[in-house]
């Protein structure tokens, strides 16, 4: 019997050692399983960096190719002359912070040397004192923010006198201004009596 007991002993040891081999294999698949096959999320890929996204600025005035450009985020106002073929002959650098950071939709308008004088001293400064004296609108020289407290001026029509300005010079006389796009006769006749050149 004792023998019987111990062929029992035995067999009972030999399959405690095949169970806990048997689940020894089954935990460490499992186990190496998660490291071998990471989640997608965990993976990184290297060597691919990210596209920059761009800006797109309106490059306009004395430059040699103005147009819509598209330039990277960090972009200065002295990158976005550059993209448009550089200056004119006529540009006043002097005018404008070349190293103003831009943004996205942002307007660059490099002025004439001519504007400049018009609207910093001389003539622009003689009119700009009469305006204030009586209470009208120096259409040459007014801010965006000026123009647009004119009566049938918004936003978009103050930034059209600016465009043209800048384009075609100054003002020589008021009923100029319906050369503007989105300016006509109705429009002047609000404002005529509350602008001056």
Do not use: C, W
């Not at 650098?93 to 996205?104: G, M, P, Q, T």
């Amino acid at each position: 019997m004792e023998s019987l007991d111990l062929k029992r002993l035995i067999i009972i040891g030999i399959l405690l050692i095949i169970i806990s081999f048997g689940l020894g294999i089954l935990v460490g698949k499992t186990f190496f399983a998660k490291q071998v096959h990471p989640h997608p999320d965990d993976i990184v890929v290297s060597g691919i960096e990210p596209k920059p996204i761009k800006i797109k600025v309106y490059v306009t005035g004395e430059v040699k190719h103005p147009d819509v450009y598209e330039l990277d985020t960090d972009s200065i106002v002295k990158d976005a002359i550059e993209k448009a073929g550089g200056t004119t002959e006529k540009a006043d650098l002097i005018a404008i912070n070349l190293a103003k950071r831009l943004s996205d939709g942002e307007q660059v308008i490099v002025p004439s040397k001519e504007q400049t004088a018009v609207n910093g001293t001389g003539n622009a400064q003689i009119s700009g004192s009469n305006s204030a004296k009586s209470g009208k609108i120096n259409i040459n020289t007014a801010s965006k923010e000026e123009l647009m407290n004119l009566p049938g001026i918004g936003d978009v029509k103050a930034q059209a006198i600016i465009d043209y300005r800048t384009k075609n010079g100054t003002f020589k006389d008021i009923h100029e201004i319906v050369n503007v796009s989105g300016i006509g006769e109705k429009t002047f006749e609000k404002i005529k009596d509350l602008i001056t050149t």
